[in-house]
C-alpha cells in the first residue's frame, strides 16, 4: 500500500488496511461461499463453530455507558436472528479510564485486545462490544472476529464498536433508538450481512427500508431520513434480501420465528 502507511512495519500495515476497509461504511467483506444459514456465517463471523450459547462482554470508557433498553433491544434482536438454545448472558464488564481512549482505529483495536477478558461458556462463544465516545462522525462499526484473530489468534470474539458521542438525541429521536439501531446493525455486519453482491455495495444493504442500509444519500434522505424524524421510528429490522442470505434454506425465516 502507498501514502502514510508504506512506513509503518508490516503488521500494522496489515492491520491498517482491515481498519480502513472497516471503517469505508463499516467493513467491506468478502463474501462467504459454501452454504448459506445461521451457522455457516455464525462459524466465518461470529462464532468459532457452531456455538449453542453466548456470552456478550461489554466494556465501556468512563462517561459512556450503555443505555439499558438498547442492550435489551439488542438481545431481543439476538434471540431472533440467532440460534442460541443455551442462552445469551451478558457481563457488563470494565471501566475504561477516559485518557485511555484514542481517536484512532489502531488504538481502538489495541484497547478492545486489552480489555477482552470473558472467558467463551462451554460450546459458546463471545460477542465483545467497545464504548466509546467517539472517532470520525462514525455512530459504530464492527471486526469480525477472525479479522480479530489475525493480530490475536487468542481473541475470540467478534468485536462491535459504539461511539456515545454520535448518539445524542436529535429531536424525538431518542438515544435509545439511535444506539439499539447502531446495535443490531453492527451485529449484521458480525454475522457477514450485506456481503452479497445481489443486493449489497459498499458492504451496506442497497433496500432503503433495511437495517443494513448506510444512511447518507439522496433515497435515504427521503426514504429515511424524514420517516425518522417524523414517526420516531429507526428500522431495527434486517429486509428480506439480507433474511434470505442467513436464512435461506428456512425460506428466510430467522430461528426465533420458526
Ligand atoms: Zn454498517
Ligand atoms: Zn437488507
Known amino acids: 500500500m502507498r501514502g502514510p502507511y508504506?512506513?509503518?512495519?508490516?503488521?500494522?500495515?496489515?492491520?491498517?488496511?482491515?481498519?480502513?476497509?472497516?471503517l469505508v461504511g463499516c467493513a467491506h467483506l468478502p463474501k462467504p461461499d459454501g452454504a448459506a444459514g445461521p451457522s455457516y456465517r455464525d462459524a466465518a463471523y461470529l462464532d468459532a463453530g457452531a456455538a449453542k450459547s453466548l456470552l456478550v462482554e461489554i466494556d465501556y470508557v468512563e462517561?459512556?455507558?450503555?443505555?439499558?433498553?438498547?442492550?435489551?433491544?439488542?438481545?431481543?434482536?439476538?434471540?431472533?436472528?440467532?440460534?442460541?438454545?443455551?442462552?445469551?448472558?451478558?457481563?457488563?464488564?470494565?471501566?475504561?479510564?477516559?485518557?485511555?481512549?484514542?481517536?484512532?482505529?489502531?488504538?481502538?483495536?489495541?484497547?478492545?485486545?486489552?480489555?477482552?477478558?470473558?472467558?467463551?461458556?462451554?460450546?459458546?462463544?463471545?460477542?465483545?462490544?467497545?464504548y466509546g465516545p467517539g472517532y470520525r462522525k462514525y455512530r459504530g462499526f464492527a471486526w469480525p472476529r477472525w479479522t480479530m484473530q489475525e493480530d490475536d489468534p487468542d481473541y475470540g470474539a467478534g468485536l462491535m464498536v459504539v461511539l456515545q458521542d454520535r448518539l445524542k438525541p436529535i429531536a424525538w429521536v431518542t438515544g435509545v433508538k439511535q444506539e439499539s439501531n447502531v446495535l443490531v446493525h453492527e451485529l449484521g455486519h458480525l454475522l457477514g450481512l450485506a456481503t452479497n453482491?445481489?443486493?449489497?455495495?459498499?458492504?451496506?444493504?442497497?433496500?432503503?427500508?433495511?437495517?443494513?442500509?448506510?444512511?447518507?444519500?439522496?433515497?435515504?434522505?427521503?426514504?429515511?431520513?424524514?420517516?425518522?424524524?417524523?414517526?420516531?421510528?429507526?428500522?431495527?429490522?434486517?429486509?428480506?434480501?439480507?433474511?434470505q442470505d442467513l436464512y435461506g434454506p428456512w425460506a428466510g425465516v430467522p430461528p426465533g420465528q420458526r
Open 197 to 243: 453482491p445481489g443486493h449489497s455495495t459498499k458492504a451496506h444493504c442497497t433496500n432503503a427500508h433495511c437495517l443494513m442500509y448506510d444512511g447518507v444519500d439522496a433515497r435515504t434522505f427521503w426514504l429515511y431520513f424524514f420517516p425518522t424524524l417524523f414517526t420516531g421510528y429507526l428500522p431495527l429490522d434486517f429486509c428480506s434480501d439480507c433474511r
Open 63 to 130: 462517561g459512556t455507558s450503555p443505555r439499558p433498553r438498547s442492550i435489551g433491544t439488542l438481545l431481543k434482536q439476538i434471540d431472533l436472528y440467532l440460534d442460541k438454545p443455551g442462552g445469551v448472558e451478558v457481563v457488563l464488564d470494565d471501566l475504561i479510564p477516559r485518557d485511555e481512549w484514542r481517536e484512532d482505529p489502531r488504538a481502538i483495536r489495541q484497547i478492545a485486545y486489552r480489555y477482552r477478558s470473558q472467558e467463551a461458556p462451554e460450546g459458546g462463544t463471545v460477542l465483545h462490544i467497545l
Open 6 to 22: 508504506a512506513a509503518w512495519p508490516p503488521v500494522f500495515r496489515a492491520m491498517s488496511a482491515i481498519c480502513v476497509a472497516a
